[in-house]
């Protein structure tokens, strides 16, 4: 089992809806998780970490469950401009990050 | 802001050569990382360093190596390109769990 997996997608989504993704990690013990994402042929940005309690950034929300073993970004009112892949990370012992391979997202007019 | 920046954006390269690949950042970070990225597997970790002449394998070491001689460097080798390196290579840098990429070299290895 990959210690991240993220469905690949594409999620193609019209402008305005709400769209999410869920990321799964095999280790029990991991302690830190973030969401970044990539643009088109750029780097890699850290977009949010995601809290215990879940967090808010705008229309983006990040949530965890330990229970599960999953983390989840929702893209409430979706822009052209959120079209980009985004990744899940994990942080499983001391400052170990692992990625995941990313889920595409493209926002159609 | 962090700025990490990459001495190539675009390289290409025969087989057999000895390929340099440079990474330099601005905010005193103690921790850097190289980092490839191939279609369908995501960022793996190739090396990185927690300090000035430290360096520690990470989960691809093979046919690469690395040189920390300044706590803003860190430069990655490729010993003897192989077609098998052309790759996205991204460098990163932080103090803990997060990562500051910089843009990233597009390696062709012919």
């Known amino acids: 089992r990959k210690e991240v997996e993220q469905d690949p997608g594409p999620f193609n989504v019209p402008e305005g809806a709400t769209v999410a993704f869920n990321c799964t990690y095999s280790?029990?013990?991991?302690?830190?998780f973030f969401w970044y994402r990539q643009d088109c042929r750029k780097e890699p940005k850290l977009l949010m970490s995601v809290y215990s309690s879940g967090n808010e950034d705008g229309r983006f929300t990040a949530q965890l469950n330990r229970a599960s073993q999953y983390i989840s970004l929702l893209i409430r009112d979706s822009k052209l401009s959120d079209s980009a892949t985004y990744l899940c990370v994990v942080n499983s012992v001391g400052q170990k990050v692992t990625f995941g391979t990313g889920t595409k997202l493209q926002v159609i007019p | 802001d962090v700025k990490v920046t990459q001495s190539s954006r675009y390289l290409v390269k025969r087989t057999g050569e000895k390929v340099f690949l440079e990474c330099v950042q601005d905010m005193d970070h103690e921790n850097m990382f190289w980092y490839r990225q191939d279609p369908g597997l995501g960022l793996r970790l190739i090396y990185f360093?927690?300090?000035?002449?430290?360096?520690e394998k990470g989960d691809i070491p093979e046919g690469y190596s690395v040189s920390r001689e300044k706590k803003e460097r860190f430069s990655l080798i490729l010993e003897s390109a192989s077609t098998n390196q052309t790759s996205m290579y991204l460098c990163?840098?932080?103090?803990?769990?997060?990562?500051?990429f910089g843009p990233g070299t597009r390696l062709l290895v012919l």
């Open positions: 280790n029990s013990a991991s302690q830190s």
């Open positions: 360093s927690y300090d000035v002449k430290m360096k």
């Open positions: 990163a840098s932080s103090w803990g769990t997060d990562r500051y």
